[in-house]
């Protein structure tokens, strides 16, 4: 049976120090005088945080930017207590390319730019590509010819703006996460190119043959459905994945 942390232990500045996450250590962080073990979370790998924050750090003067309130703090367990206020020691410089500087340079000037580019994006392709076999699915069910064209709509507007959510979502790993492979990450840099070419595939396919789902129940319309079909798994799987890095849930 595991034993509790004992969170009343105290914890000076140096012992704070010692869980940067480097080379294995443990992640410990910082709040409002309490020290927490946050070694669980994906978003703390290597003791760096969206790279902006560090492990072994007083936090409470750098919460007031995240995207997220105190409750976070619950998901993880408390490890003892800050024995003091006093300055902290330096975190060692990280190596950051010339763009990334930048564009650091830039983010602090505009910080709209940090988290909300994809996340706006993101959101046509998801319902564009949803839609589209959605209303495929409802021109054969009602046999409603407007539907299906719909459906055609739907599908050019989620092969328009996918490539547009491919290109932000770098933009934010490598900024935000600096292009740490992280379980999500990869899964969605895997995803997003399959349902790019499997859109842009029934796309091109539909425009070359208007009455591909006329003649329902031939081979050809058969294929052309399930590729349409297939996009509603694929968005599925990649918007969780996202969910996963926004919105982190302690496993036990």
């Not at 910082?30 to 003791?47: E, M, Q, T």
């Not at 206020?85 to 602090?108: C, H, I, L, N, Y």
């Amino acid at each position: 049976m595991k034993e509790k942390p004992d969170q009343e232990r105290e914890w000076t500045p140096a012992e704070l120090a010692t869980g940067s996450g480097a080379d294995g250590a443990p992640v410990h962080i910082a709040f409002r005088g309490k020290v927490y073990d946050v070694s669980g979370s994906g978003l703390w790998a290597g003791g760096d945080h969206m790279g902006q924050h560090r492990a072994w750090h007083d936090l409470t003067g750098e919460f007031p930017d995240a995207p997220h309130g105190e409750e976070v703090f619950a998901r993880y367990p408390q490890v003892g207590v800050l024995k003091e206020e006093v300055a902290e020691p330096e975190a060692p410089a990280a190596k950051t390319s010339a763009a990334r500087d930048f564009w650091q340079r830039v983010v602090k000037r505009v910080p709209l730019i940090r988290r909300h580019p994809h996340p706006m994006v993101v959101h046509f392709p998801i319902v564009f590509m949803i839609a589209a076999p959605v209303f495929s699915l409802l021109a054969l069910i009602t046999g409603v010819k407007s539907f299906e064209v719909t459906g055609f709509h739907c599908l050019g507007g989620g092969v328009l703006f996918t490539p547009v959510a491919i290109v932000t979502g770098w933009f934010t790993w490598w900024l935000n996460y600096e292009c740490r492979w992280l379980r999500p990450v990869v899964i969605k840099l895997i995803a997003s190119p399959v349902l790019l070419l499997a859109g842009a595939g029934a796309f091109i396919w539909r425009y070359q043959n208007p009455e591909i789902l006329a003649r329902w129940g031939d081979a050809p319309s058969l294929v052309y459905l399930g590729l349409m079909c297939i996009l509603i798994p694929l968005v599925s799987i990649i918007g969780a994945c996202g969910a996963e890095l926004t919105f982190p849930v302690n496993r036990e």
